[in-house]
């Protein structure tokens, strides 16, 4: 490869990192959003909303551009895995929170996000985890549970969901990288998301009631899925499009540092020593993580 073309690539590349960062810095905005928005709001009919609205997002931008998914095939399996994997993290984190409380549930379901994707690069492009890889991961999820904090007793049915939720994220990816094969990237994040939105409409016509009783009620589920999924996931996919799945998910774990960030400065929560650690560690895992060979995406 010429010096040019190695040049190009790294530009590519980098511009991948950048997208998934600001695409998962703007869902890192959802406590802070959620915590202005009305105490009478419900978790879970909020996430099931948040995925309705931004797949709505999704489909209307994809339409303007002459690119609706209903253009193209619809692989059953890539559709389904990416439904499934959508839903399954919107619903089953807060449950698994419920149960065994926000800190474990948040570090079970976020830690689990790299080795997942490490797995399913392997099983699916053949691209084995190099160290630098390996420890740029493993330096990040040390951060995330210090950002996560202690937690006084542990539910392991809870544990077990929160598992289950994590494991969504790096399947939707996957599916929206097959995807994208043969569509462009926000039709393919339009499938998914609205594919995972479907599954979740049950709740979300169950809680029409309650959730757009008031205008800040609506005012916080419209930021919540323009902002936190219809753009973050269109900068989350230009992001899957140039990068592999296991560096993107790393890359992805400067949400709750965002989070933590946000909350002791806009939020005026307590800022300890742990905190600031934990997000200089995230920052430091993905700044390792990026520089790994690993990082090209491979068809």
Known sequence: MSGLSQERTRGSTMWGV????????????????????????????????????????????????????????????????????????????????????????????????????GLIDWLVHRLVPDRGWLAGALVAVAGVALLSGGAPEVAWSGVALAAVAGCGIPCQGLAAQQLMRDRPLVTAMATVVAAGAMLMLPVTVASVGTTLDSAASISTVLYLGLVTVTLAHSLWGAGLRRLSLSVAVVVGLLEPAVAATLAMTVLSEPVTVGLLAGVGLVIVGVAVTSLSPLINRRS
């Open 18 to 117: 950048g997208a998934v960062a600001v695409g998962t810095s703007l869902i890192g905005t959802i406590g802070t959003a959620a915590e202005f928005g009305p105490d009478s709001m419900n978790p879970l009919a909020t996430g099931a909303w948040r995925g309705l609205i931004g797949a709505t997002g999704l489909l209307v931008l994809s339409t303007l551009r002459g690119q609706g998914p209903w253009r193209y095939r619809l692989p059953v399996r890539w559709v389904l895995l990416g439904a499934v994997g959508v839903a399954v993290s919107q619903l089953l984190l807060f449950e698994a929170m419920d149960r065994t409380g926000v800190a474990v549930g948040t570090l079970v379901a976020i830690g689990i996000g790299p080795p997942a994707a």
